[in-house]
């Protein structure tokens, strides 16, 4: 075990050469790192939420609109299928199509007895498959239709039906709100779930913790809709409870005009914008946020405002009306901005939100909390503090245990720290306080599999065998018990990592990468030190 050939010896000190490479841009000033060649890496550790300071938001998924908004749409779909007379034979003697007032389920009442069992046939259709048990279970139908009685119908989401629409609506959320942060030019921020509807989002180094709060909470659901009217009397009507088919009062952002009645249908969606900027209007000067409509957004825009010059139309955000400007011509470009009591800031941010799109549910913040830059400060200088007085207190006792061999084992100590923060940096992970823990922890750990090699020299030596030999001997009779050591630590490594959240995770990241580097540095780095040094000193004894 102590033969390396020349390729051998290039693998070994190029690995340690490459991790040194990716390790130094963490030691060196941002403006140095910025000089650097292309071809050099510049990347640094990131530090987490608990090092440096930043935002901490727990966001909560309101699901049940998502169903209210599904079986909204199902209503739909059920006239279309009891009343389309041109699709065949339909309901003659016609049907009462309702929600319940927690919009958990619709209710059809057949006028005809005769047609219950055809009204059944014809809604059958509306469900859709979906997946009932992870990917093992097969499919199922997302609504249950059943008979109530004589003449009703109900309409109600299945079990997996509702689970499928709120995995979809979580996962889009998601990805909704990383793209919004990743609009704010921040580095590796924390996004993850939490278990059934929840959503944790970290952002390190954010200085503005309302700033994050507002962008990751805010549906952002934007409707062009034409003014249904702006008679006082009317709205007032609206006000006191009279109801209107079609349209809805809606609040405003014009203390002059509290409430306007705006038609349900909307003419322009949220989807069709391909761009939002911040802007300011070249009359009033003031901030404003520009759009572009997409092909198809545009084309239905420019007829609209051509068939409805003279006319209001509402720009609506989440059930509010932003602005209701007057249609002064045709608007054939498919550009148009929306004005309101916007500063700077929330123009700006009301663009970040427009870009990444709407939250397909809406979500409450439960949780949300900063960290001082102050704060992160202290950690890390207590984690520098710990890592350096674990480093030298190993180093003392290596080599008062073990001479010459306890200096060997030192030097693969230090290239293990420096492989561990290569690897980190490589990866562009995030290290938090808990990942500082990973990294004292394998400083312990590093020296085990050289503590190991070198009892058995000892042994070895004990029994009369030659310096060679017991070199031999302890590296290859040690390798079995480094072996089985490292293997069960790494389970519990992944395991950790597979159920941790977080910061555990974080954990479990340092310490598999210590595993490898430290197995490594011991096993092979000082066996060729070590075999490097037997080849030129050729000692009679061993000073171990």
Not at 184 to 197: S, V
Not at 354 to 376: D, F, H, I, Y
Not at 394 to 423: D, S
Request: no cysteine.
């Amino acid at each position: 075990m102590l033969q390396f050939s020349r390729a051998k010896v290039i693998v070994i000190l190029g690995a340690v050469f490459i991790g040194l490479l990716f390790a130094a841009p963490n030691v060196m000033p941002a403006s140095m790192r910025a000089s650097l060649p292309g071809i050099i890496p510049s990347k640094t550790v990131n530090l987490g939420l608990d090092l440096q300071g930043g935002a901490h938001v727990l966001l909560e998924v309101q699901t049940p609109v998502v169903v209210k908004e599904r079986l909204e749409d199902v209503k739909v779909e059920v006239r279309q299928a009891l009343f389309n007379r041109d699709a065949g034979i339909r309901i003659q003697h016609g049907a009462k199509v309702r929600s319940t007032p927690e919009g958990d389920e619709l209710s059809v009442v057949i006028t005809n007895v005769d047609e219950v069992a055809q009204a059944m046939t014809l809604l059958k259709p509306l469900s859709r498959p979906v997946d009932s048990g992870g990917g093992f279970g097969g499919l199922q139908n997302d609504l249950d239709i059943t008979s109530r009685g004589t003449q009703e119908i109900v309409l109600k989401l299945s079990e997996p039906g509702y689970r499928a629409l709120e995995e979809d609506a979580v996962s889009q959320v998601i990805e909704t709100v990383r793209n919004r942060i990743d609009e704010l030019g921040t580095r590796e921020p924390t996004i993850q779930r939490q278990g059934d509807n929840r959503i944790i989002v970290q952002v390190p180094g954010a200085e503005n913790t309302q700033q994050v709060k507002d962008i990751v909470s805010q549906t952002a659901k934007l409707t062009l809709r034409a003014v249904y009217s702006d008679n006082m009397a009317t709205i007032q009507e609206a006000q006191q409870g009279r109801t209107f088919r079609d349209a809805e009062l809606l609040p405003t952002d014009d203390p002059r005009e509290p409430f306007l009645l705006i038609e349900s249908r909307a003419t322009i969606k949220g989807e069709m914008l391909t761009g939002a900027n911040p802007a300011f209007d070249q009359q009033t000067n003031l901030p404003v946020v520009s759009f572009k409509l997409n092909t198809s957004g545009a084309r239905i825009f420019a007829r609209y405002t051509t068939e409805n010059v003279g006319k209001r139309f509402a720009i609506v955000l989440d059930d509010r009306v932003i602005s209701a400007p007057r249609i002064q011509g045709p608007i054939p470009s498919g550009n148009a901005q929306i004005s309101g009591n916007f500063t700077v800031e929330s123009a700006k941010n009301l663009s970040i939100v427009l870009r990444a799109g709407a939250l397909r549910a809406p979500v409450k913040v439960v949780e949300e909390r900063s960290v001082g830059p102050e704060m992160g400060a202290d950690s890390v200088e207590a984690g520098e503090f710990a890592a350096v007085f674990g480093l030298v207190a190993v180093i003392l006792f290596i080599v008062l245990a073990y001479g010459r061999f306890g200096l060997y084992a030192n030097v693969a100590l230090i290239a293990n720290l420096v492989l561990i923060l290569g690897v980190l940096s490589m990866l562009q992970a995030t290290l938090t306080l808990p990942g500082i823990a990973g990294i004292v922890l394998t400083i312990g750990m590093a020296v085990d599999a050289n503590v190991l090699i070198f009892e058995r020299m000892r042994e070895e030596i004990a029994a009369g065998k030659t310096p060679i030999n017991a070199v031999e001997t302890g590296y290859s009779k040690a390798w079995s018990a480094i072996w089985d050591a490292n293997v069960t630590t790494f389970i519990a490594a992944a395991i950790l990592f597979m159920v941790g959240t977080g910061p555990v995770k974080g954990f479990a990241v340092t310490l598999a990468i210590g595993i490898f580097t430290s197995v490594f540095t011991a096993f092979v780095l000082t066996r060729l030190i070590v075999a490097t040094w037997l080849k030129r000193a050729k000692p009679t004894q061993l000073p171990i």
